[in-house]
């Protein structure tokens, strides 16, 4: 097994970024943070989705993958009125091919987010 942290993205100090098991990725929770930074990016709903992306995006990379290995993506979100924003930006980012998901509201997350995601990836 294998911890990976990448530079870049911050995350609390309880975890890794992600741990590799065989050929299985298994990214952490991941919130819409500024690079280097603890502090949620502004814009609301969609900003922070897509920042969460682009940070999964920059894990992934960082494990030798990329979203065309993602087989699961865990999607929280604090408030369902806000799940159109939500998966409007996350449309943006995955297109006509997302992977499979769920989606799970109504949860108080770490650091006043909106959204929080983690997924579950296969290496080639």
Avoid: W
Wanted: charged share 20%.
């Amino acid at each position: 097994m294998k911890k990976v942290n990448v530079e870049g993205v911050a995350k609390l100090p309880s975890f890794s970024h992600a741990t590799i098991a065989g050929d299985v990725i298994y990214v952490s929770g991941t919130f819409g943070l500024k690079p280097d930074s603890m502090e949620l990016v502004e814009g609301g709903m969609g900003a922070q989705t897509s920042q969460t992306i682009e940070n999964i995006g920059k894990i992934l990379e960082g494990c030798g993958a990329s979203f065309d290995n993602v087989a699961k993506m865990n999607v929280y979100v604090s408030d369902m009125s806000l799940f159109g924003e939500m998966n409007e930006a996350y449309m943006d980012a995955f297109g006509e091919s997302p992977p499979a998901r769920i989606s799970i509201g109504a949860v108080e997350l770490a650091l006043g987010a909106l959204v929080e995601m983690d997924c579950i990836a296969h290496i080639d």
